[in-house]
């Protein structure tokens, strides 16, 4: 079993979450019942809501900045800042360019600059 979240679509648009065995059952289902449009179909593999993929932590306001911001740039020229509210107050900047080039892209090309990052205490 898994879930999945349904975009359909017929003047205006509805996202739904269903469990399924497969994405193919959750095609089948709403072709079946409903005229609106499947405009995306996403599978969840993350949901705090659903205690799916996560870990139970308790709010603690002292182990957090108020946000980070890191202007970043790609091998084909692209920029863009990315922003995160919360972040944990034993980062290091080596710890998010680090973290920043190995797990996210910009328009799916590597982040090869991290040009500027400010934290806000």
Not at 43 to 55: A, E, N, P
Request: proline share 2%; net charge positive; no cysteine.
């Amino acid at each position: 079993m898994a879930y999945y979240k349904v975009t359909l679509n017929q003047g205006r648009t509805d996202t739904v979450l269903v469990e399924a065995d497969s994405l193919t059952n959750v095609k089948t289902f709403f072709e079946t019942v409903s005229t609106a449009n499947i405009t995306i179909i996403k599978k969840v593999i993350f949901s705090k809501d659903l205690g799916i993929g996560s870990v139970v932590t308790t709010y603690t306001p002292n182990n957090q900045f108020k946000y980070l911001k890191a202007l970043v740039k790609t091998k084909k020229g692209y920029s863009s800042t990315i922003s995160l509210s919360f972040p944990m107050k034993n980062l290091t900047q080596e710890k998010i360019i680090k973290s920043i080039k190995k797990n996210l892209l910009l328009k799916s090309d590597e982040i090869t600059e991290i040009i500027n990052i400010i934290i806000d205490k």
